[in-house]
């Protein structure tokens, strides 16, 4: 609700009242006389005292007091002649009450006929709400909403301005809460509708109405929207307003702050909760009408504009229209900048003039003040579109040959304009300015309320890609290159970075690695054009941009841009030009500056890490600078050299990279690396981080006194957040720095910014993930270029050794406490293993303690790490500490954070993987020591999960097939484990049929399969075990999530003699439902799916050899049914592609890993299939359909291995 200042466009609502209105009130601090000593009059306390005067003045009148009128009007005029803008005065305290108590009685007091009263006391609602920023009681709201409706109904015309400012200040953001008096303002006879419709010839009617309508669609945040009825009228009145001509003789200044109020009435409507655009035009109607307006008043822009935008791969068709011969200015219009006289010759002075004085204009640009869009002459009338963006629209004035910026850097002719001619101009271009600002805003709000899918089809009209042929269009990159006001072009910029955030998937296809056809332009070389051409139009606005706000755009789009887009699918070269323009930057004066070039190296480093050119640059020496672009900011960036004799590009070695090399003796260089010296970036990092800076001229800083001043704080947490992606993305390149690195993070550790803190804990855990990455199994690192075990041991002790330990027990920071608890679980198992035993206890021991934390961020991440530590060798063995933490886990298991339960459920599933281990590895001792009623407590926990929320569900069914897979004979016959035994399979089984996400459904199949290892499980005989089968039969043929089925036929494939399966009807019903499985195996209609069919087709194939090689002679009557007819063709044909191994994928493999196969190979399965071959013909049949069968089995078998065995 805060006012805006200045010159700037009447605000919406408690804003200020227009330099043109009659009203006495402008947003502009009123004038306050000076004293002799040269301090204002008027102090914050005088103004209570006035008010409180007044107003007890005012609450002792009545509405029969003789002289009423006379009072009412010295009141009044007090009232008006007082500032009370909290801006400039913080401290005054006049109490809100009082202010609508002061209101509501005016208001009684104030008939409608008394119009001059009326206009005051309106004036003074605007004055009071506004500077004051009173929120209204529901009663205050009620009584003045009512007093201004009435007066727009009684009162003559000429009030109405003033009444509609009072009523506009009145509804800022409490739309929802004046529903009964909306139908009044916006039925079909509304006032608010005809005073804002394009047929209203006073403009600043108009002007206010739609400023009043706007503010009752503007919605507060936490409040309740607008009604979409009332939103939807006050949409269409906008939107019509905007796509209306300038009526005939109306001043251009009235008209942009008409177009400025109903831009802001969009705004507010696209903003105020969800919006469904209607179908068939209706965006790209929107669109376009956006895109005109982003281009109001650029001089020398004559496009003709589509009325609607159509969502189209390639660029839309507008353009500039043919060139127009100019003509003279009609007298009773302002001349437009885009058709002055004696424009040419005025270029070619400024032209001249530009090189003696770049250095002086571009500090005054960076003043990022509106006042500077009056000195500036447009970009669309300069030249430049060739050497500092892309000339667009049909320009009147001759291109500069020279310029190597955008040509606003350029400064426009005092000589041009008379004074009053140059004001007049200058107000111009500033109200140009602003409509164009209100419509980027508008375009923001349009992005990120469209679904990103709908909005990617109109991508090229607001991002081109290369021209190949004629004048460039006009897009976003226009804005960001050649408008004069820093402002739009901050504006656009944030429009360009909405539009790339997340677009990753879209730009995905992006690829031009590859030369494109010459008969056609494939949309993927389209869009990776479009790439291209983002970077090249970023690059000269970052070389051409000098206003601080306006540069920390630039980057920051730079890096949505880096983040979304495809490199590795693209040709090199795009990333280092970026890369050395960036250097320079970082050494910036301004903090905003500094922080979104690190940013912006995050996510260079981070972009489909690691990316071979990314690679090539962290390994260039530091004397690559040297080589770097100088900047036209060099002047500017050199803050810390005073007297400005090197540039930031041509700075020496840097403090940090001093400390790297002289003041860091336990700094581990791994074998074939002691050469080679750290990346820069991370020099640089370690600097931002830990010296103190040369300059803080700024007086910003994390230091105190006369001491040595750290760079401020946003700084150093980025530095740190750049230090985590470089060490996560190319660890091989910063392995050297190892200790160095350990030392960043241990000081940060001991700081007591608690941000600083918790950054240093994450930069811990990024090291302990890269060391444990390079030591996995499938590692592709070789032996000597990992770093030492010792190292890792080393680094791991000073660690834990340092302030960690305080961090761990930090309970006032619980953020603090969960980090350093993952970086706990980072530790590489085997160097914990060779940590001193105190050392061990130490972790295990606080761990558990933090378990019983009462912050649910702390106890989940202490549960996740004890979830790691028990699958360390070292650790699994031990009875007491599995004993321990299964204890831990059983009681989080119960507690009411569901993260909680789900990272407990996790760890449940991870101890139980540990018991299954522990049985193949250390045998029956293990199993015996484990107590029995622990196990009970586990199987009966895990079973009460899994009816618990999905992502709790996923892991304890898992840890339900550990546990029936790990109990033994002796448990299993014991009563207290019947009953439990049973729940535990049928909650098994409700999840395989249930409606839960697929993931919980493929791990319920997995755990069942895990179950039937068991041979203790009596799975012929249990009355659980039928319903165990068929939920697997059912699942295998209908899910439609193929890894779903590929589990569940798994599972049917794992018990490995045949009397698991029960009678010949349930064997016959697996066989079967494998059967038609197979059949069914290609049938998708969803493309994700089919990428599995291959995968299932080879798990179903591996099933039903396995129930071959099982069956006995009862079974050999229904399978020889089976295979005699055309279901036996179609069998056949899928297991000669699976003995073959013609499709075979990674789900495949999987599959047969489940189902106990071990071979993978042709000739291995080849050979089961001929030892099936053999079984089968040694069966003894009682004759009839047992012999028939075996004969239809036998010769089923052996075509198959006939066919096999053929080249």
């Known amino acids: 609700m805060a006012a805006h200042s200045g010159l700037s466009a009447p605000a919406l609502g408690r804003a200020g009242a227009p330099l043109f209105s009659s009203a006495v009130l402008t947003e502009s601090t009123p004038f306050t006389p000076m004293g002799a000593d040269g301090w204002q009059l008027g102090s914050p306390s005088d103004a209570e005292k006035q008010f409180s005067r007044c107003a007890a003045k005012l609450r002792a009148l009545r509405a029969d007091s003789g002289q009423l009128r006379e009072e009412l009007n010295l009141l009044f005029d007090q009232l008006l002649s007082e500032n009370y803008n909290k801006t400039f005065y913080p401290s005054i305290n006049i109490r809100p009450e009082d202010v609508c108590s002061l209101l509501k009685h005016a208001s009684c007091l104030v008939p409608l006929s008394q119009e001059h009263l009326v206009i005051k006391l309106c004036q003074l609602i605007h004055h009071l709400l506004n500077q004051l920023k009173v929120i209204m009681d529901e009663?205050?709201?009620?009584?003045?909403?009512?007093?201004?409706?009435?007066?727009?109904?009684?009162?003559?015309?000429?009030?109405?301005?003033?009444?509609?400012?009072?009523?506009?200040?009145?509804?800022?953001?409490?739309?929802?809460?004046?529903?009964?008096?909306?139908?009044?303002?916006?039925?079909?006879?509304?006032?608010?509708?005809?005073?804002?419709?394009?047929?209203?010839?006073?403009?600043?009617?108009?002007?206010?109405?739609?400023?009043?309508?706007?503010?009752?669609?503007?919605?507060?945040?936490?409040?309740?929207?607008?009604?979409?009825?009332?939103?939807?009228?006050?949409?269409?009145?906008?939107?019509?307003?905007?796509?209306?001509?300038?009526?005939?003789?109306?001043?251009?200044?009235?008209?942009?702050?008409?177009?400025?109020?109903?831009?802001?009435?969009?705004?507010?409507?696209?903003?105020?909760?969800?919006?469904?655009?209607?179908?068939?035009?209706?965006?790209?109607?929107?669109?376009?009408?956006?895109?005109?307006?982003?281009?109001?008043?650029?001089?020398?822009?004559?496009?003709?504009?589509?009325?609607?935008?159509?969502?189209?791969?390639?660029?839309?068709?507008?353009?500039?229209?043919?060139?127009?011969?100019?003509?003279?200015?009609?007298?009773?219009?302002?001349?437009?900048?885009?058709?002055?006289?004696?424009?040419?010759?005025?270029?070619?002075?400024?032209?001249?003039?530009?090189?003696?004085?770049?250095?002086?204009?571009?500090?005054?640009?960076?003043?990022?003040?509106?006042?500077?869009?009056?000195?500036?002459?447009?970009?669309?009338?300069?030249?430049?579109?060739?050497?500092?963006?892309?000339?667009?629209?049909?320009?009147?004035?001759?291109?500069?040959?020279?310029?190597?910026?955008?040509s606003w850097k350029l400064n426009s002719s005092d000589s041009e304009f008379s004074d009053a001619e140059g004001n007049a101009q200058s107000?111009?271009?500033?109200?140009?300015?602003?409509?164009?600002?209100?419509?980027?805003?508008?375009?923001?709000?349009?992005?990120?309320?469209?679904?990103?899918?709908t909005l990617y089809g109109y991508w090229s009209s607001f991002i081109p890609d290369s021209p190949i042929g004629g004048p460039p269009p006009l897009t976003l990159l226009t804005i960001i290159l050649k408008d004069p006001s820093p402002k739009v072009r901050a504006c656009a910029l944030q429009v360009l970075s909405a539009m790339l955030d997340g677009s990753r998937q879209f730009l995905a296809v992006a690829e031009d690695t590859a030369s494109p056809r010459t008969s056609y332009t494939p949309f993927s070389f389209s869009l990776a054009t479009t790439v291209r051409e983002l970077h090249r139009a970023l690059s000269l606005a970052l070389l051409a941009e000098s206003a601080p706000q306006t540069l920390t755009q630039v980057i920051k789009c730079l890096a949505y841009l880096v983040a979304n887009a495809p490199y590795h699918r693209l040709r090199p070269g795009l990333l280092s030009p970026l890369w050395?323009?960036?250097?320079?930057?970082?050494?910036?004066?301004?903090?905003?500056?500094?922080?979104?070039?690190?940013?912006?190296?995050?996510?260079?480093?981070?972009?489909?890490?690691?990316?071979?050119?990314?690679?090539?640059?962290?390994?260039?020496?530091?004397?690559?600078?040297?080589?770097?672009?100088?900047?036209?900011?060099?002047?500017?960036?050199?803050?810390?050299?005073?007297?400005?004799?090197?540039?930031?590009?041509?700075?020496?070695?840097?403090?940090?990279?001093?400390?790297?090399?002289?003041?860091?003796?336990?700094?581990?260089?791994?074998?074939?690396?002691?050469?080679?010296?750290?990346?820069?970036?991370?020099?640089?990092?370690?600097?931002?981080?830990?010296?103190?800076?040369?300059?803080?001229?700024?007086?910003?800083?994390?230091?105190?006194?006369?001491?040595?001043?750290?760079?401020?704080?946003?700084?150093?947490?980025?530095?740190?957040?750049?230090?985590?992606?470089?060490v996560r993305g190319y660890f091989s390149l910063t392995q050297a720095c190892l200790c160095e690195i350990g030392q960043v993070s241990a000081r940060c550790l001991g700081e007591t910014d608690p941000s600083i803190q918790l950054h240093g804990a994450?930069?811990?855990?990024?090291?302990?993930?890269?060391?444990?990455?390079?030591?996995?199994?499938?590692?592709?690192?070789?032996?000597?270029?990992?770093?030492?075990?010792?190292?890792?041991?080393?680094?791991?002790?000073?660690?834990?050794?340092?302030?960690?330990?305080?961090?761990?027990?930090?309970?006032?920071?619980?953020?603090?406490?969960?980090?350093?608890?993952?970086?706990?679980?980072?530790?590489?198992?085997?160097?914990?293993?060779?940590?001193?035993?105190?050392?061990?206890?130490?972790?295990?021991?606080?761990?558990?303690?933090?378990?019983?934390?009462?912050?649910?961020?702390?106890?989940?991440?202490?549960?996740?790490?004890?979830?790691?530590?028990?699958?360390?060798?070292?650790?699994?063995?031990?009875?007491?500490?599995?004993?321990?933490?299964?204890?831990?886990?059983?009681?989080?298991?119960?507690?009411?954070?569901?993260?909680?339960?789900?990272?407990?459920?996790?760890?449940?599933?991870?101890?139980?993987?540990?018991?299954?281990?522990?049985?193949?590895?250390?045998?029956?001792?293990?199993?015996?020591?484990?107590?029995?009623?622990?196990?009970?407590?586990?199987?009966?926990?895990?079973?009460?999960?899994?009816?618990?929320?999905?992502?709790?569900?996923?892991?304890?069914?898992?840890?339900?097939?550990?546990?029936?897979?790990?109990?033994?004979?002796?448990?299993?016959?014991?009563?207290?484990?019947?009953?439990?035994?049973?729940?535990?399979?049928?909650?098994?089984?409700?999840?395989?049929?249930?409606?839960?996400?697929?993931?919980?459904?493929?791990?319920?199949?997995?755990?069942?399969?895990?179950?039937?290892?068991?041979?203790?499980?009596?799975l012929d005989s249990a009355l659980w075990s039928r319903d165990a089968f068929s939920a697997l039969c059912h699942v295998v043929t209908s899910c439609k999530n193929f890894k779903v089925r590929i589990k569940s036929a798994a599972a049917l494939a794992v018990p490995a003699h045949r009397g698991c399966y029960g009678d010949t009807i349930r064997f016959s019903c697996v066989w079967s439902s494998l059967a038609t499985a197979l059949e069914n195996s290609e049938d998708t209609n969803d493309f994700l799916e089919y990428r599995y069919s291959a995968s299932l087709r080879h798990t179903l194939s591996q099933a039903l050899l396995h129930l071959l090689s099982l069956s006995q002679s009862q079974d050999l009557a229904a399978l020889g049914a089976s295979l005699a007819g055309e279901e036996g063709k179609g069998i056949k044909e899928y297991l000669i592609r699976y003995l073959r191994a013609e499709e075979a994928g990674g789900e495949g493999a999987e599959g047969e890993k489940d189902a106990g196969g071990d071979s993978v190979n042709p000739q291995q399965r080849v050979g089961r299939l001929q030892q099936t071959l053999i079984r089968v013909k040694g069966l003894k049949t009682e004759g009839g359909e047992e012999e028939g069968g075996k004969e239809v089995i036998v010769r089923f078998l052996e075509d198959l291995l006939k066919t096999c065995e053929e080249p």
């Open 139 to 406: 009663q205050t709201l009620n009584v003045l909403v009512n007093y201004t409706a009435s007066a727009l109904k009684t009162c003559s015309t000429w009030t109405h301005s003033d009444v509609l400012l009072a009523l506009s200040t009145i509804v800022y953001g409490n739309g929802p809460q004046c529903h009964q008096h909306l139908s009044d303002l916006l039925g079909e006879d509304g006032v608010l509708l005809q005073y804002s419709a394009p047929s209203q010839a006073n403009m600043e009617l108009r002007r206010v109405a739609l400023t009043c309508m706007a503010n009752i669609c503007l919605r507060i945040p936490g409040q309740p929207p607008l009604d979409d009825q009332h939103r939807s009228v006050c949409y269409r009145v906008f939107l019509k307003t905007l796509q209306s001509p300038k009526p005939p003789n109306t001043d251009e200044l009235f008209y942009c702050m008409v177009i400025q109020a109903a831009l802001k009435g969009l705004q507010c409507c696209l903003s105020g909760g969800k919006w469904k655009f209607g179908g068939g035009e209706e965006l790209g109607s929107v669109l376009a009408t956006l895109k005109r307006l982003t281009f109001q008043g650029a001089p020398g822009v004559n496009a003709e504009w589509p009325a609607v935008l159509y969502p189209a791969p390639l660029p839309q068709y507008e353009g500039p229209s043919a060139p127009k011969p100019a003509e003279p200015p009609k007298p009773s219009e302002p001349p437009k900048d885009g058709a002055v006289p004696g424009k040419a010759s005025g270029n070619k002075k400024r032209k001249s003039r530009g090189k003696g004085k770049k250095t002086s204009t571009e500090e005054s640009r960076a003043d990022d003040g509106e006042e500077n869009d009056r000195e500036a002459v447009s970009a669309f009338q300069k030249g430049g579109g060739r050497e500092g963006g892309r000339g667009e629209g049909d320009f009147l004035s001759k291109p500069s040959t020279t310029s190597l910026y955008p």
């Open 427 to 453: 107000k111009l271009r500033l109200y140009h300015s602003r409509v164009r600002q209100g419509a980027l805003h508008c375009l923001l709000a349009v992005v990120k309320g469209v679904e990103k899918r």
């Open 580 to 726: 050395k323009q960036m250097r320079p930057y970082v050494r910036h004066r301004d903090v905003n500056v500094r922080v979104s070039v690190l940013t912006l190296y995050g996510a260079l480093v981070t972009t489909q890490a690691p990316l071979p050119e990314v690679q090539l640059l962290l390994r260039q020496p530091d004397s690559s600078s040297n080589t770097g672009s100088f900047t036209p900011q060099d002047s500017v960036l050199s803050w810390r050299q005073r007297d400005g004799v090197s540039s930031p590009s041509r700075t020496p070695v840097t403090p940090s990279q001093r400390s790297l090399h002289t003041h860091s003796p336990h700094v581990l260089r791994t074998p074939g690396e002691e050469d080679s010296s750290p990346p820069w970036l991370l020099q640089l990092c370690v600097s931002l981080v830990t010296q103190p800076r040369e300059d803080h001229s700024d007086s910003e800083g994390a230091g105190s006194g006369g001491g040595a001043v750290l760079e401020p704080s946003p700084v150093r947490l980025e530095a740190l957040q750049v230090l985590s992606h470089l």
């Open 762 to 1018: 994450k930069l811990l855990e990024e090291l302990g993930t890269g060391i444990i990455q390079q030591y996995r199994a499938e590692s592709n690192v070789p032996e000597s270029s990992r770093i030492p075990m010792s190292h890792v041991v080393q680094f791991w002790s000073e660690v834990l050794s340092g302030p960690l330990n305080a961090a761990l027990q930090n309970e006032q920071h619980p953020m603090l406490q969960t980090s350093a608890c993952d970086t706990l679980s980072s530790i590489l198992p085997q160097a914990f293993a060779q940590l001193p035993d105190k050392t061990q206890l130490m972790c295990i021991t606080v761990l558990l303690g933090l378990t019983y934390s009462e912050n649910y961020l702390v106890k989940t991440a202490a549960v996740r790490a004890l979830g790691v530590y028990i699958l360390f060798p070292c650790l699994r063995e031990d009875v007491m500490f599995v004993a321990d933490t299964a204890n831990t886990i059983l009681a989080a298991l119960d507690d009411r954070s569901p993260n909680v339960r789900a990272k407990a459920a996790w760890s449940l599933g991870n101890l139980t993987d540990t018991l299954i281990v522990n049985m193949e590895s250390v045998g029956v001792d293990f199993q015996e020591e484990l107590s029995d009623m622990l196990l009970l407590k586990m199987l009966q926990a895990a079973t009460r999960a899994s009816a618990d929320k999905d992502r709790v569900k996923s892991n304890a069914v898992r840890a339900l097939g550990n546990l029936l897979h790990f109990l033994r004979q002796s448990q299993l016959t014991r009563s207290a484990f019947q009953r439990p035994l049973e729940d535990a399979v049928r909650a098994l089984v409700k999840t395989v049929q249930s409606e839960a996400t697929m993931k919980v459904r493929w791990n319920a199949c997995y755990a069942l399969g895990n179950a039937f290892r068991n041979p203790a499980l009596p």
